[in-house]
């Protein structure tokens, strides 16, 4: 009867060393039905900075928190000008959270795919094609032996002739959604109860901004937020162009917004 009546702390010592047999390979399901390195990639996206991509009438905004704000950097040189936005195509851009150097290999297989969409049929490739594209790659990296999780998310922003703006997130699995608005990274869970309460769908690009910023500095370690904080940018189709054109918003165009945010979240302590 001892022997049967564990306590909680031995049964959860146990499930922890059943757990360690079966988290060192992607490609073998614990008891349980889990894939432990899978879930690792994951919660290693949660520890690195976040990222909001929201999508409003005018177009679709990203952001993200700058890690490295270093004096010393220069922001000039190849690898340093942007540290969590690309550009994948003329209409579609991505935001990362996680390994960058991870998602760097991603990201050229992205480019790739779609210029060789371009060349064979001579028209951009519908967003959601190419997404669903890059996640297979990454489901690949779950199933064979070898090979670990990407350990990187993305939120993909982009627009096209048959589905307009588009916002979408996919996760080290190569799982994959549509979304309205969305928060990848560090307190993703509190970002979303903001983005969920906060949300309209008419949003200008100046509200979708405002949002994402005050969104970040409710999720980011330091007490204010400022532009050199923050790395923002924007897609949105100009119909005089027939063109999206994506463009990121400067440390200027900012200040004002940053400046708004911090006064709110000071009048809102106060109350």
């Given at each position: 009867?001892?022997?049967?009546?564990?306590?909680?702390?031995?049964?959860?010592?146990?499930?922890?060393?059943?757990?360690?047999?079966?988290?060192?390979?992607?490609?073998?399901?614990?008891?349980?039905g889990?894939?432990?390195?899978?879930?690792?990639?994951?919660?290693?996206?949660?520890?690195?900075?976040?990222?909001?991509?929201?999508?409003?009438?005018?177009?679709?905004?990203?952001?993200?928190?700058?890690?490295?704000?270093?004096?010393?950097?220069?922001?000039?040189?190849?690898?340093?000008?942007?540290?969590?936005?690309?550009?994948?195509?003329?209409?579609?851009?991505?935001?990362?959270?996680g390994?960058?150097?991870?998602?760097?290999?991603?990201?050229?297989?992205?480019?790739l795919?779609?210029?060789?969409?371009?060349?064979?049929?001579?028209?951009?490739?519908?967003?959601?094609?190419?997404v669903?594209?890059?996640?297979?790659?990454?489901?690949?990296?779950?199933?064979?032996?070898?090979?670990?999780p990407?350990?990187?998310?993305?939120?993909?922003?982009?627009?096209?002739?048959?589905?307009?703006y588009?916002?979408?997130?996919?996760?080290?699995?190569?799982?994959?959604?549509?979304?309205?608005?969305?928060?990848?990274?560090?307190n993703?869970?509190?970002?979303?109860?903001?983005l969920?309460?906060?949300?309209?769908?008419?949003?200008?690009?100046?509200?979708?901004?405002?949002?994402?910023?005050?969104?970040?500095?409710?999720?980011?370690?330091?007490?204010?937020?400022?532009?050199?904080?923050?790395?923002?940018?924007?897609?949105?189709?100009?119909?005089?162009?027939?063109?999206?054109?994506?463009?990121?918003?400067?440390?200027?165009?900012?200040?004002?917004?940053?400046?708004?945010v911090?006064?709110?979240?000071?009048?809102?302590?106060?109350?």
């Amino acid at each position: 009867a001892a022997a049967l009546e564990r306590a909680p702390g031995d049964r959860e010592r146990e499930r922890e060393a059943m757990a360690r047999r079966y988290d060192s390979r992607t490609t073998i399901f614990s008891p349980e039905g889990r894939l432990y390195q899978v879930e690792y990639a994951m919660e290693s996206i949660s520890n690195s900075g976040s990222a909001i991509g929201i999508l409003c009438k005018e177009g679709i905004v990203l952001a993200t928190e700058k890690k490295v704000i270093s004096k010393l950097l220069d922001t000039g040189a190849v690898g340093c000008r942007r540290e969590k936005m690309y550009k994948l195509d003329d209409h579609i851009a991505v935001a990362v959270a996680g390994l960058t150097a991870d998602a760097n290999i991603l990201i050229n297989k992205a480019r790739l795919s779609a210029q060789q969409y371009l060349f064979t049929y001579q028209e951009s490739m519908p967003v959601e094609q190419l997404v669903r594209r890059l996640c297979d790659v990454k489901q690949g990296y779950t199933q064979f032996g070898g090979m670990r999780p990407f350990g990187v998310s993305f939120l993909y922003a982009g627009w096209d002739e048959e589905s307009g703006y588009q916002l979408y997130h996919s996760d080290p699995s190569g799982n994959y959604a549509g979304w309205k608005a969305h928060a990848i990274g560090a307190n993703n869970q509190q970002a979303q109860n903001i983005l969920n309460q906060e949300y309209k769908e008419d949003f200008t690009f100046r509200d979708a901004m405002k949002l994402a910023l005050k969104v970040l500095s409710k999720t980011m370690d330091s007490t204010s937020l400022t532009s050199d904080k923050v790395e923002m940018s924007t897609v949105k189709y100009d119909e005089g162009a027939s063109q999206v054109v994506f463009s990121y918003v400067s440390e200027e165009e900012l200040d004002p917004l940053t400046a708004e945010v911090n006064e709110e979240g000071k009048a809102a302590k106060t109350d």
